[in-house]
């Protein structure tokens, strides 16, 4: 997919202009204290996969995972575009993904607002980007339920065949707002790999993220598989849902750059919060 950096004029939001894309939050008196600026994380393009799609998802982890004092406004178009690397045209697609998902609202003349309610039903969608992933896993509550080494599952020993154990984290996550439990999640990590996180990040960001950009593993690849199964009683209990209810079972292998695997994910999503999704783009 050939991308143009060719910067397009400004949209019906009427991003450009007087509108400067900074959120002073100063009241009447001048007195208020500025929120601090929103912060989009960075992001490498693959140029194998749509654009539009690698930002939005980018974007989408940067909103959810937010801090909660950060301005709920959005720099500009143009400020988006060049922070990634992208042309305007590719800028809005990638902002109308997520208008389209509520996580945003544009307004002419005003600019771009976080909203303070996402959409109920949140959608797992796989194209084959780290971001996704990342995006997927970001913007709820976390609680690291417990977390030690342990000898290697049985059903994960394909997996690790040069370790005796691995280090296993389990984690719930809350909706942000209704306190509601949407899904919890068990993380195999190799040793040698868990002994440089930090517990503590993982209530912050997503697994994935932390393994990236903090421990600064290499990921080549992930392999995802989604599946439908029943609610056994630990996820009845952690999800509040009845024994036996529908779940979306989803197992997480990601490799680092020599092909090992570093981390297995295996997460239990609530089937009445979450919907499968795959998009194939046509070469």
């Known amino acids: 997919m050939t991308?143009?950096?060719?910067?397009a004029g400004a949209g019906a939001d009427g991003d450009a202009g007087a509108d400067t894309g900074v959120d002073t939050g100063a009241g009447a008196d001048g007195d208020a204290k500025a929120p601090p600026a929103f912060a989009p994380d960075s992001l490498v393009l693959n140029r194998k996969l749509p654009l539009w799609y690698q930002v939005s998802q980018s974007l989408r982890a940067s909103v959810l995972g937010r801090p909660q004092d950060a301005s709920?406004?959005?720099p500009t178009e143009e400020q988006l575009a060049a922070h990634y690397g992208v042309s305007v045209l590719t800028m809005r697609q990638a902002l109308k993904e997520l208008e389209t998902e509520g996580l945003i609202s544009r307004h002419r003349r005003r600019g771009t607002f976080i909203e303070p309610r996402a959409r109920r039903v949140s959608p797992v969608r796989l194209l084959g980007s780290v971001d996704a992933i990342v995006a997927q896993q970001s913007g709820e509550a976390t609680t690291v339920l417990g977390h030690g080494p342990t000898?290697?599952?049985?059903?994960?020993?394909e997996f690790f065949p040069d370790c005796a154990e691995v280090t296993c984290y389990r984690r719930l996550r809350r909706d942000g707002e209704s306190d509601e439990p949407t899904n919890w999640a068990e993380n195999a990590v190799r040793p040698d790999i868990a002994a440089r996180i930090d517990v503590a990040d993982l209530e912050r960001w997503p697994m994935t993220k932390v393994l990236r950009d903090v421990v600064g593993v290499k990921i080549s690849r992930i392999t995802d598989t989604?599946?439908?199964r029943l609610a056994d009683p630990v996820t009845a209990e952690l999800l509040q849902v009845p024994l036996l209810s529908p779940i979306l079972h989803y197992t997480g292998v990601t490799y680092d750059a020599e092909g090992h695997v570093v981390?297995?994910?295996?997460i239990r999503y609530r089937g009445d919060r979450f919907s499968f999704s795959v998009t194939v783009e046509a070469t």
């Open 3 to 7: 991308e143009s950096h060719e910067h």
């Open 72 to 74: 709920a406004r959005l």
């Open 151 to 157: 000898a290697v599952p049985g059903d994960l020993a």
């Open 226 to 228: 989604v599946e439908a």
């Open 263 to 266: 981390d297995v994910a295996r």
